[in-house]
């Protein structure tokens, strides 16, 4: 198992943890009558959380072309 593979399911996980952890909006419930809350911005700790989980998802996606490139070479 190479560095890249282990990255790859070290990051995986982290990801998975950081989309739990993310509150869950109206999202759906507004399709089906759900409150007319308004959209409020992302502070403190839910901010960071976000920025993690982006920060992870491209990092995952670089780890995933790396991988690629390996393979062919």
């Known amino acids: 198992m190479s560095i890249i593979s282990i990255a790859q399911i070290v990051i ?3 990801l998975i943890v950081g989309v739990l952890l993310q509150q869950r909006g109206s999202g759906l419930g507004m399709a089906f009558g ?3 809350s308004m ?3 992302k502070r403190g ?3 960071v959380i976000v ?3 982006i920060i ?3 990092a995952f996606l670089g780890t995933s072309i790396a991988s690629l490139i ?3 070479s």
């Open 51 to 53: 920025i993690i989980t």
């Open 56 to 58: 992870l998802a491209v």
């Open 34 to 36: 759900g409150d007319n």
């Open 39 to 41: 959209y409020a911005t």
């Open 70 to 72: 390996l393979a062919k």
């Open 12 to 14: 995986s996980c982290l």
């Open 45 to 47: 700790a839910e901010k």
